[in-house]
């Protein structure tokens, strides 16, 4: 540590520590415009200014490092009157239109101007900057404000990776452009709104702020992101019932400042005039019970989607849904009924949807998409260490020596996750990236490694036999955690550099590249937080690339050999890390959402568990048979196996593969539930349709990819009769325990609120024992957490593996069922694109969102293209073995000659009605969806 004195105060701080940072660090305020703690020093704005003893001249703080020793003033009459000259040629060039400026109580400028006494300039004004571009719905740039103080231009660089917009012209015409002065959507900008966040005066603001009232009229409600599982805070200013703009704020543990397009953007959904506010029957059904209610007020879009029901009361609409599951269960079993939770609700919500049906309804048909995702990460790791979760957290990132990523669109599906791997790069990190397509994150990447589609696995097993071979391996580690070393080192011992190029496409020298840098942590520049270590810490990062294959749990497995064979894990940095996609995927896994364990992944086998459960349920026994995974459902509805279902905010005719299938499967049901907020495919087939509120509507808690177990609180009022959906499943429950006769001792549905609710989660939920709901706060905590005295776990496996010993496990190499004929030529890949997410019900109901990105495309390369004599932009239908879609064609050298990608958000072009599900992972029971094979052909 240095020891240094500000302002007559001693100080303690590490080396490489800025005279700035070191004084806000301890509550001295030093004024500054340019600089932000997440940014690198700039010093342009010469605010900062300090004195040094011995030292002639004020220097920048930003810049100065700390010494030992070092004596630094920050408040002098020269150091005022040094800021005051500053400040009056700021204004010089800066309207002083404070009384109607939109920033008025947030603009840096203003509050200096004041601190220091300025209400007007002593120089000649005038405005060299007065362009005012509103071409896009996401913010505004009014550049008579820019004090060009390059805050935008560096988080763009250094945190998003964008490069966007850059300081352009010389002198008095300097400004801040993107290339050529275009649109911003002609630039690389993904319309993130980092720039916004940082700007300190009114020259960035967002376009749904404008002229909205002062700062210090509207209100301030936090709560956690209801889109992708990283789980960022996010700080909502309101007005009333209505959310005037989103920000994110230093105190959000997961993001901090920065948010993704869809988090600072993406909440109009909420107030769409599309919402459902009213229990809705099927009309037939209405009236063939009775249940007409004449007096509702339709819009005209609502005119046209709902004609095909009736509302009722919240009371009629329980009744009938808890009499259908009740003679379900009564006339053909309980296994007759199954059931859809969701990971975009709560821990909470989920929690009370499986005891419902494990309890009430007496069957283990509970699944959720987490099957369709991370199902076999879930059990490749579990097969591996004994549990399956990212083992690391995602602000380690940023200290990693080398980034691993496979599978995994990150700056697309997890942009915050990614904007910490830019600043790792930005670092010296170095960047493996393994992917078919060229996505966004290969700019950054040291190593692509560009696969032909299906063949990622020889690579993975090459670098083992790579790693064994040069002495990388971390031979100490293996001695001490792991097991079965030996039968894995002789299957990899034929999986040479060699072979995989032959078989990937990837040169072999590439691959031993890329095992060198993982096994060593070897980084590409700057010094390593590690760097007293034998080698640095690396981190592999994947997500449904890697999942949504039919040897989806050997890929993770593969990994997991990775990682222990060179003893990356249990530290800092490093870890086996999957992406979890839906805002809750993760909790509503550890929740017991899952046709095979109940909450905290105890086996429904397993006896002593499963009776310890029912025990503290009040029951003799819960059913002891695993119950059918999404797949399987819809097979046993085709079948007529299962003839009733209960979906909670889950859209299986967009997210499930092979969906005629699926439209089949679900008109043959006898009675379908659905709980939703818009009027989704599945819900449009439904006989019960329950309005629910939405993530911004409700409170309980959500745990991210992290394992971060978060409050998320209410930011707006619910439309209409609108619920939470613990409250639907609570009430169903009372009904249908009731219709039943199968009423537990003290009953099962008592619960009168979210807290109440996660206790009880705490109570019978071993890795969840210590979060109870008043210990969360803003920070949360993350899981295992045995006990109330317990800080919660940031790195998993720190001295043992669950399991006790990690295993190995040999891997081999099986292809994709699908391969490219005469017939089917083209390989499809799908996934996400940034602006959009899952099934698009929220993001496809965003202005902005919409406005960015549309309607559906399938990306081709040029070669296919002329093949098939498709220009770009034009119409073209994809055909595979199992149905056909219409989209426009987007020529794009980002994929390969023989691969097309089409994103599964589109309504209007489902890319699931391409995939296949007649096989699936023999472990995970996940389909192939990533790979299959089509046609693509010009519509004339």
């Known amino acids: 540590m240095i020891t240094l004195t500000i302002d007559g105060q001693t100080l303690s701080v590490k080396p490489g520590t800025t005279a700035l940072d070191a004084a806000l660090a301890h509550d001295i305020d030093i004024p500054r415009l340019c ?271 709902l004609a095909d029901f009736v509302p009722v009361s919240w009371e009629a609409a329980l009744d009938l849904v808890a009499d259908k599951l009740a003679a379900a269960v009564q006339a053909t079993g309980p296994d007759s009924v199954a059931s859809l939770s969701s990971a975009r609700c709560t821990n909470e919500d989920n929690y009370v949807f499986q005891k419902l049906m494990r309890a009430t309804i007496g069957t283990n048909n509970v699944d959720h998409c987490a099957r369709l995702c991370h199902a076999s990460t879930v059990s490749g790791l579990a097969m591996a260490f004994g549990g399956g979760a990212m083992t690391n957290s995602i602000h380690e990132i940023r200290d990693a020596d080398c980034l691993f990523v496979t599978g995994s669109n990150t700056t697309e599906s997890h942009p915050v996750i990614s904007y910490e791997m830019v600043r790792a790069v930005k670092s010296g990190a170095n960047l493996l990236l393994v992917d078919p397509r060229r996505i966004p994150l290969a700019e950054h990447a040291t190593l692509w490694l560009q696969t032909k589609p299906g063949t990622d696995i020889y690579v993975f097993l090459a670098m083992a036999h790579v790693i064994l071979r040069e002495g990388w391996a971390d031979t100490d580690f293996i001695t001490r955690r792991t097991e079965e070393f030996e039968v894995f080192a002789k299957s990899v011992e034929l999986f040479t550099p060699e072979l995989a190029a032959l078989e990937s496409g990837v040169p072999a020298d590439n691959i031993v590249k890329a095992a060198r840098m993982y096994a060593l942590g070897e980084r590409a520049g700057g010094v390593s937080k590690y760097a007293d270590e034998p080698r640095g810490h690396s981190g592999i990062f994947w997500a449904m690339g890697i999942t949504q294959r039919r040897n989806g749990t050997e890929m993770v497995l593969s990994l997991a050999n990775l990682a222990m064979v060179t003893g990356q894990l249990s530290k800092p940095s490093t870890g086996v890390n999957p992406l979890r996609g839906q805002s809750n995927v993760q909790g509503a896994s550890d929740m017991g959402a899952l046709p095979d364990v109940l909450p905290g992944y105890q086996k429904v086998v397993d006896e002593p568990k499963r009776k310890a459960m029912a025990e503290k349920w009040g029951l003799a026994d819960l059913p002891a048979q695993p119950g059918l995974t999404v797949t399987e459902v819809m097979a046993a509805a085709h079948d007529r196996r299962v003839r009733a279902m209960y979906v909670m905010g889950e859209n299986p005719m967009l997210s499930d593969p092979n969906l005629e299938h699926v439209e089949e499967s679900l008109r043959k049901l006898d009675f379908l539930a659905v709980q939703e907020i818009f009027l989704s495919e599945t819900a ?257």
């Open 684 to 940: 449009q087939l439904a006989h019960v349709i329950l309005p629910a509120a939405s993530w911004l509507e409700k409170d309980g808690t959500k745990t991210n990819t992290e394992r971060r177990v978060q409050l998320i609180h209410p930011v707006l009022k619910s439309p209409g009769e609108a619920k939470p959906d613990w409250w639907v499943v609570n009430e169903l429950g009372k009904r249908v325990e009731a219709r039943l006769g199968k009423t537990a001792d003290g009953g099962l549905w008592r619960f009168t609120s979210p807290a109440q609710i996660a206790d009880e989660i705490a109570s019978v939920t071993p890795t969840y024992r210590g979060i109870v709901h008043r210990r969360l706060g803003e920070v949360g905590l993350t899981w295992p957490c045995p006990s109330e005295d317990h800080p919660g776990t940031t790195i998993l496996h720190h001295t043992t593996f669950t399991r006790g010993l990690g295993k190995f496990h040999a891997v081999g190499a099986r292809p994709p069922v699908e391969q490219p004929d005469a017939e089917y030529p083209l390989v499809l890949s799908t996934g996400r694109v940034i602006y959009h997410y899952h099934t698009g019900t929220m993001s496809r109901r965003s202005a902005p969102l919409h406005w960015r990105d549309p309607r559906d495309w399938v990306e081709i390369n040029a070669v296919d293209a002329q093949a098939a004599g498709i220009e770009d932009a034009s119409p073209v239908v994809i055909r595979s073995r199992r149905g056909e879609v219409k989209t426009l064609a987007r020529i794009s050298e980002h994929v390969p000659a023989g691969v097309i990608f089409l994103a599964f958000h589109w309504a209007e072009a489902p890319a699931n009605i391409l995939t296949q599900d007649h096989t699936v992972d023999p472990y995970a029971k996940i389909p192939e969806f990533k790979l299959c094979t089509v046609r693509v052909e010009a519509v004339n």
């Open 35 to 305: 600089h932000h703690p997440e940014l690198k020093p700039s010093g342009g704005c010469r605010l900062c200014l300090v004195e040094v003893e011995g030292r002639p001249n004020p220097v920048p703080s930003c810049g100065l490092a700390c010494e030992q020793g070092m004596v630094v003033h920050t408040q002098s009459e020269q150091l005022t009157a040094l800021r005051r000259d500053t400040l009056d040629l700021f204004v010089s060039d800066h309207p002083l239109d404070c009384v109607t400026c939109d920033k008025a109580g947030a603009c840096s400028l203003q509050k200096y101007a004041y601190e220091y006494g300025l209400t007007e300039t002593t120089h000649d004004f005038k405005l060299s900057r007065t362009l005012y571009q509103d071409d896009n719905p996401f913010f505004i740039r009014d550049h008579q404000y820019c004090i060009l103080c390059g805050k935008c231009t560096r988080v763009c660089d250094e945190v998003v990776g964008a490069h966007a917009i850059e300081i352009v012209g010389r002198g008095f015409g300097s400004h801040v452009g993107t290339a050529f002065d275009g649109p911003m959507i002609d630039s690389s900008c993904v319309f993130c709104g980092s720039c916004v966040q940082v700007c300190p005066t009114a020259a960035l603001l967002p376009v749904s702020r404008l002229k909205q009232g002062r700062e210090w009229e509207l209100g301030h409600k936090h709560t956690i992101c209801g889109y992708c599982g990283v789980g960022c805070g996010i700080d909502f200013r309101t007005k009333g019932n209505q959310i005037v703009y989103a920000q994110g704020f230093p105190e959000a543990v997961v993001n901090g400042e920065f948010l993704c397009t869809k988090g600072r953007f993406g909440w109009d959904f909420v107030q769409h005039p599309d919402r459902l506010t009213r229990p809705l029957v099927r009309k037939d059904l209405a009236h063939q019970l009775g249940l007409i209610d004449e007096d509702w007020a339709l819009g005209p879009t609502q005119r046209a989607t």
